[in-house]
């Protein structure tokens, strides 16, 4: 099996690898890797919001939470998780939805 580097599934699953392994800012460095070379939707963003809180976050996975599942992400991981950080608040359905904040960018070569 060959790597592709401009696949963004291959990005998602070592960064899931890389959360497993308690690296969770290298994940979530991974994971906003997909997101350059397209990766999009609520599975992104489910993602996303669990990198987040796993880099200690919660407030920007709260977002990525509310875009999850108002796209229709049905896995409830995050919002569990969120709940048992007492971070968890039902989002206003009068609002609209929250921009997330751009991420800091890393400087190259450092890890």
Known sequence: MRFDPKDPVVRMVHASY???KGRHADALAGIQ???KLDAKGP???SALGL????AGDPDQALV?????YRAGVTMQMLKIRLVRAGKW????PA???K?????PSKPQGSS
């Open 33 to 35: 890797a997909a997101g």
């Open 43 to 45: 599975d992104y963003d």
């Open 51 to 54: 990198a987040h809180l796993d």
């Open 95 to 97: 609002s609209p939805a």
């Open 64 to 68: 990525y939470a509310y875009r999850a």
């Open 18 to 20: 890389l959360q497993g």
């Open 89 to 92: 608040r039902e989002p206003d």
């Open 99 to 103: 921009k997330p904040r751009p991420s």
